[in-house]
């Protein structure tokens, strides 16, 4: 009768069966994790607006229309709105481009250009649904201005072509 057991499998064996020594350690203290501050409530000087127009503006050529906004946002005098977030939707005729810039002007913060990169939904109803939306950290005083450039390629009879939305909040201005 053959050997079941290699001798490598009798040192293994033999290893695992071999006393162990073990030196007591200090007493392990299990800790609950620090709560993390999660702010639940709304600043005292929240800020959010979303405001549309019904009307392109077409210019002479008749290639491109334009929509905006601009002195809509009643930010009170002493005060300056930081934007943290902005989005954007519009309908235009299928395979239409539009271009999309915002503008914070403000003492003596300056000026400052954003650009919105916009991005197709779908076509709804016989028109193509563009939006956008991004964080974004501006400052403005005077005046936000929101434009819209569109690359016609027929009229529009639409309401509600823009629509631009703002969350922030008001500060003091030191």
Same mark, same amino acid.
């Given at each position: 009768?053959?050997?079941?057991?290699?001798?490598?499998t009798?040192v293994?064996?033999?290893?695992? *069966?071999?006393? @162990?020594?073990?030196?007591?350690? !200090?007493p @392990?203290?299990?800790?609950?994790?620090l709560? @993390?501050?999660?702010?639940?409530?709304?600043?005292a000087?929240?800020?959010?607006?979303?405001?549309?127009? !019904?009307?392109?503006?077409d210019?002479a050529?008749?290639?491109?229309?334009t929509?905006?906004?601009s002195?809509?946002?009643?930010?009170?005098?002493?005060?300056?709105?930081v @934007?943290?977030?902005?989005?954007?939707?519009?309908r235009v005729?299928?395979? #239409?481009?539009?271009?999309?810039?915002?503008?914070c002007?403000?003492?003596? !913060?300056?000026v400052?250009?954003?650009h919105l990169?916009l991005t197709s939904?779908?076509?709804?109803d016989?028109f #193509?649904?563009l939006?956008g939306?991004?964080p *974004?950290r501006?400052?403005?005083?005077?005046q936000?201005i929101v434009?819209?450039?569109?690359?016609?390629?027929?009229?529009?009879t *639409?309401?509600?072509?823009? #629509?631009f939305?703002?969350?922030?909040?008001?500060?003091?201005?030191?």
């Open positions: 009768m053959k050997n079941r057991f290699s001798l490598p009798m293994a064996v033999g290893l695992l *069966l071999a006393p @162990v020594n073990v030196q007591a350690q !200090a @392990v203290r299990i800790v609950e994790p709560p @993390v501050p999660v702010q639940t409530t709304i600043p000087e929240a800020y959010q607006r979303s405001v549309n127009t !019904a009307v392109w503006t210019l050529n008749g290639a491109t229309t929509a905006g906004f002195n809509i946002w009643g930010i009170p005098a002493g005060k300056a709105l @934007v943290e977030h902005v989005s954007v939707r519009v005729n299928p395979g #239409e481009k539009v271009s999309v810039s915002i503008a002007l403000g003492t003596p !913060a300056g400052s250009n954003h990169t939904q779908g076509t709804f016989g #193509e649904h939006v939306s991004t *974004l501006c400052y403005t005083t005077n936000l434009s819209f450039v569109r690359n016609s390629i027929a009229p529009l *639409l309401t509600a072509n823009t #629509e939305s703002v969350s922030g909040f008001l500060s003091d201005i030191p």
